[in-house]
């Protein structure tokens, strides 16, 4: 069985930044046979694609609103994926979490549909 478990989350304020961690567990289980993402639900919103860091080459992808204030990196020794949210914005503001999939293809990384584990989220929250 394994679990996702995120952390770092609270309360900052506009301009902040942010660290959040996402650890991996289960029995024999590698971080390195799967693709990591931070998924994010603002209030009274669905669910949004944030950041993602593929199986194969570990490359980065990230939504278009985060694009340049958000990282993803990847540990594969420690299986950890952490999300560094840097310049924050009060539109950041959501529940966020992590998802990992195994054997996605490339085309659905940033689809939510592609993913079968999932964490129970962690707050964020951006004052202005």
């Known amino acids: 069985q394994v679990q996702l478990v995120e952390s770092g989350g609270g309360l900052v304020q506009a301009g902040g930044s942010l660290s959040l961690s996402c650890a991996a567990s289960g029995s024999g289980f590698s971080l390195r046979r799967y693709a990591m993402a931070w998924f994010r639900q603002p209030p009274g919103k669905e669910r949004e694609f944030v950041a993602v860091?593929?199986?194969?080459?570990?490359?980065?992808f990230v939504s278009d609103s985060v694009k340049g204030r958000f990282t993803i990196f990847r540990d594969n020794a420690k299986n950890t994926v952490t999300l560094q949210m840097n310049k924050m914005k009060t539109g950041d503001t959501a529940v966020y979490y992590c998802a990992m999939a195994a054997g996605i293809r490339q085309s659905q990384l940033r689809h939510e549909s592609g993913y079968g584990y999932w964490g129970l989220g962690t707050q964020v929250a951006v004052s202005s």
């Open positions: 860091t593929s199986r194969r080459t570990g490359r980065m």
